[in-house]
């Protein structure tokens, strides 16, 4: 298995423009997980999704931010408009029945 | 609310010497993940503990979970410089579900 495949790895945007993270799950993971992790925040959960419905969404920072995953091969969050404070590593991870969870390698964005 | 602790949080140690991370969580958890994560890139599962007692080695890392402390240790035998990296420890969420909990990591850095 190719493991979670995240796209794409850096992204660079200019402020109030649009981004779209992509991520596509292990087959077979039935959660998937949506991180951001600054230095001065650590690490920290936006959202995640069981069989393709969003189960908790509290992490996600203001309505700028939303995700989707119309499938279970497919998730997608999306910033919109973007601003600097978001400027951050996007990780996200899928998992399957209590074994802990397998991390895509991340999206840097960087909003100037 | 579900919290896990880590100490240190910061390390930095000669190499070949040995040292143990720490790892404490507040309710009850019959298991427990530990990852890896290199400057830059993303996190890394290192060892799933699934019971009382469990112990895992893998090279010059050993981890061990003791659910009646609430415990976990990492234990670093004769370190190297290629170990350095930030260490994180999680345990599930009380949801019931594939939510995992996060500690705030451990930093180490050893000096070659």
């Known amino acids: 298995d190719a493991g979670v495949i995240q796209s794409p790895r850096h992204e660079v945007t200019e402020m109030g423009q649009e981004v779209t993270l992509r991520c596509k799950p292990i087959s077979g993971h039935d959660y998937l997980f949506w991180y951001r992790q600054t230095m001065m925040r650590g690490l920290e959960l936006l959202i995640y999704?069981?069989?393709?419905?969003?189960?908790?969404d509290s992490g996600m920072p203001e309505d700028r931010f939303s995700a989707k995953m119309p499938n279970a091969s497919f998730s997608t969050l999306k910033i919109q408009p973007s601003e600097p404070r978001d400027s951050a590593v996007y990780f996200c991870?899928?998992?399957?029945?209590?074994?802990?969870?397998?991390f895509g390698s991340g999206t840097r964005l960087t909003v100037v | 609310e579900l919290k896990v602790e880590q100490n240190p949080l910061f390390l930095s140690m000669q190499e070949g010497k040995n040292y143990t991370i720490y790892c404490n969580y507040s309710t009850t958890s019959d298991r427990l993940y530990w990852y890896r994560q290199d400057p830059g890139k993303s996190l890394e599962s290192l060892f799933v503990?699934?019971?009382?007692?469990a112990v895992k080695q893998e090279g010059r890392l050993m981890a061990s979970l003791d659910t009646k402390a609430r415990l976990s240790t990492l234990h670093i035998t004769a370190a190297v410089h290629d170990l350095s990296a930030t260490y994180f420890c999680a345990v599930p969420s009380m949801n019931r579900d594939d939510k995992i909990i996060f500690g705030k990591g451990t930093r180490l850095h050893i000096l070659p």
């Open positions: 991870a899928s998992s399957f029945s209590g074994y802990g969870y397998t």
């Open positions: 503990l699934l019971s009382n007692g």
């Open positions: 999704f069981n069989n393709n419905v969003p189960i908790d």
